[in-house]
């Protein structure tokens, strides 16, 4: 089946760049995504890259696909501390519209 | 525009204990969804609804039931609460529609905090 995996905790200071990184197994996914979980409180969408595509900016966000590898990632530029959330990355299951989710990284910025 | 909305936030529950969860959205979505989210664990599926009338079983369904009373609305039953349903339950929708750019893109609700003792 499919599988997501990410590395659980991530610690940066404020101001500086931080990376979050996936290795998802299903090589048809269509999408991928990337979402926000602040504390105590539900998950919300921040931002999505097509398959076919290997690079979506948006704003501070940069999403990077190496579908070759099966990687992805997100890196957050002159991250600040309302930054500090835990962030997941999901992929479409190719047989049903279910997203499987990763087991999320814990972003900690510090001031 | 609320959203995907969840009741209650909070629940205590001894074991055996029954209790149903609530879950509406006002998007006009078809596919709904119930996971449930424990640490270190990410998010698993319990059930999903691909439309009124319809449930199917997700990657973690025991001791769960489902219910789409229409298309706003998808509940999750406790039927006889245990200790290992402890956790945080979110419902989410999805949205289909061909125009949207992030088709399928899910929206998730603001969670249900579960304590079963």
């Known amino acids: 089946g499919e599988d997501v995996e990410q590395s659980l905790f991530l610690s940066v200071r404020e101001g500086d760049s931080s990376v979050i990184n996936c290795t998802y197994t299903?090589?048809?996914?269509?999408?991928l995504y990337w979402y926000k979980q602040e504390p105590g409180a539900g998950l919300q969408l921040l931002t999505y890259?097509?398959?076919?595509?290997d690079m979506k900016q948006d704003q501070r966000l940069t999403v990077l696909l190496n579908k070759k590898d099966k990687h992805l990632s997100l890196r957050i530029a002159d991250t600040q501390t309302g930054d500090s959330a835990i962030y997941f990355c999901?992929?479409?299951?190719?047989?049903?519209?279910?997203?499987?989710f990763g087991t999320g990284t814990r972003l900690l910025v510090s001031p | 525009n609320a959203g995907v909305t969840q009741t209650p936030k909070f629940q205590v529950l001894k074991t055996g204990q029954s209790m149903t969860l609530q879950c509406a959205q006002d998007?006009?979505?078809?596919?709904m969804y119930w996971y449930r989210q424990d640490p270190g664990m990410g998010l698993r599926l319990i059930y999903y609804?691909?439309?009124?009338?319809?449930?199917d079983k997700g990657e973690v369904p025991n001791g769960y039931n489902v219910s789409r009373l229409n298309k706003r609305e998808f509940s999750l039953r406790l039927e006889s609460a245990a200790p290992s349903q402890t956790s945080v339950y979110f419902c989410a929708s999805v949205v289909e529609d061909q125009a949207e750019e992030a088709q399928e893109t899910q929206y998730f609700g603001p969670g249900t905090r579960l304590l079963v003792l």
């Open positions: 890259i097509f398959s076919n595509m």
């Open positions: 609804s691909a439309s009124e009338g319809t449930t």
């Open positions: 999901a992929e479409k299951d190719t047989g049903f519209q279910k997203l499987v």
């Open positions: 299903d090589s048809s996914s269509t999408y």
């Open positions: 998007m006009n979505h078809n596919s």
